[in-house]
C-alpha cells in the first residue's frame, strides 16, 4: 500500500465521522502516530510503500472502520497529551481535555503564588477525586515532586490507568478506590482538585457522537434533578478535610456556574472566583475554607 492509498483511505473514513476541518486533523494525527508519516511525506513520495511491520501493526481497514464509527482517535492511537506529559488512555478513562489543562494551571500558579509568598513552607497535600486517567494528579505530581498526591476513583480500570499513567510520567501517587458520596479518604488536604461528573442527561443531545457513544457515561453524566451531587459532597467532606486557608478547585459544567457559586457560600467557603476556558465559557471555580 503506498502512502497516498494509505491517506486517502485514512481520511475518507474520518470523512464519514467529522468534518473537513477535524477529519483533516484526526487523520493526520492517525498517519503520524500510527504510521510514522507527516503530510510532507505522503505530498513528497506518495508512491512510496508504506513499511509492511506498520500495517500488519496497525491493520488499515481495521483503524478505517474504527473512524467511520467515530471512535475516537486518542483511544485507537492509546494515549494523548495533556500538559505537556504523554497518558494511556483508553475507553475506561475520559480522554483529558484542554479545559481541564487550564484548571491544572490555575493550581500550579496559585500553588507557586503562595510558595513565592511563604505561606507554604511544609509539604503539601493534594487530592484530586475523580482522578480518571490521572492526568490532573499525575500533572500536578510533576510540577511539585514534593508533594503528596492523592488520586482517588471508583472505577477499578481508572485506577489501573491512572497508576500506568503515574509510572509512565515517573511521579508517585497513593491510588485509592473510594466513593465520594460515601467518604473522603486520608488529609489534612492542602489542596483538593475534581473534575467529577458535569454534563446533565438533558444535554445528551447536545453532545458528539465519539464522546457519547464511546467515553464512559459514569465519568460523563448526572441526573438532572441533582446535577451538583458531587460537588456537593466533595464540598461538605472538604470542610472536614482540608487545611485552614485550603483551597478547593472544580472544573464545572457552564450552565451551573451560579448554582456552584452559592453553593460554595452555603457551604461556607470564601474568596470564591470562576475563571473562564478558552471558549470564554465559565470552566473552573475557585474557593478557599477559613
Ligand atoms: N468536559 C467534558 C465534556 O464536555 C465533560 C467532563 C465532565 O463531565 N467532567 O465532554
Redesign the pocket.
Known amino acids: 500500500m503506498t502512502r497516498r492509498e494509505l491517506w486517502s483511505k485514512i481520511k475518507n473514513a474520518a470523512l464519514n465521522a467529522y468534518d473537513e476541518h477535524e477529519a483533516d486533523a484526526v487523520s493526520g494525527l492517525i498517519m503520524e502516530e500510527l504510521y510514522g508519516l507527516t503530510k510532507v511525506d505522503v505530498i513528497l513520495e506518495p508512491n512510496c510503500k508504506v513499511e509492511v511491520a506498520l500495517i500488519v501493526e496497525h491493520d488499515p481497514e481495521q483503524v478505517a472502520s474504527l473512524l467511520c464509527e467515530a471512535y475516537p482517535v486518542q483511544y485507537i492511537i492509546g494515549h494523548t497529551t495533556f500538559c505537556g506529559h504523554k497518558f494511556h488512555v483508553g475507553p475506561g478513562v475520559?480522554i483529558p481535555?484542554p479545559?481541564?489543562e487550564l484548571l491544572v494551571k490555575l493550581i500550579t500558579d496559585d500553588i507557586r503564588d503562595s510558595v513565592n509568598s511563604s505561606k507554604l513552607g511544609k509539604q503539601l497535600n493534594i487530592l484530586d477525586i475523580?482522578t480518571g486517567s490521572g492526568c490532573i494528579a499525575v500533572s500536578l505530581a510533576a510540577e511539585f515532586p514534593d508533594a503528596k498526591v492523592v488520586g482517588m476513583d471508583i472505577s477499578d480500570e481508572a485506577l489501573t490507568i491512572a497508576a500506568e499513567n503515574a509510572s509512565l510520567n515517573n511521579v508517585n501517587i497513593d491510588f485509592v478506590k473510594s466513593d465520594i458520596l460515601q467518604s473522603m479518604p486520608g488529609g489534612p488536604y492542602d489542596v483538593i482538585v475534581s473534575?467529577?461528573?458535569?454534563?446533565r442527561e438533558s444535554e445528551k443531545s447536545m453532545?458528539k457522537r465519539n464522546?457519547l457513544d464511546y467515553?464512559p457515561h459514569l465519568?460523563?453524566?448526572v441526573y438532572d434533578d441533582d446535577p451538583l451531587l458531587f460537588y456537593k459532597a466533595i464540598a461538605r467532606r472538604g470542610k472536614e478535610k482540608l487545611v485552614s486557608g485550603g483551597k478547593l478547585y472544580f472544573?464545572i459544567?457552564e450552565a451551573l456556574d451560579r448554582d456552584m457559586f452559592l453553593m460554595l457560600l452555603d457551604e461556607g467557603y470564601r474568596g470564591i472566583k470562576l475563571v473562564n476556558d478558552m471558549f470564554g465559557k465559565p470552566r473552573i471555580i475557585k474557593a478557599w475554607l477559613n
Open positions: 475520559l481535555r479545559e481541564t475523580g473534575n467529577p461528573p458535569y454534563v453532545m464522546v467515553e465519568a460523563l453524566f472544573e459544567n
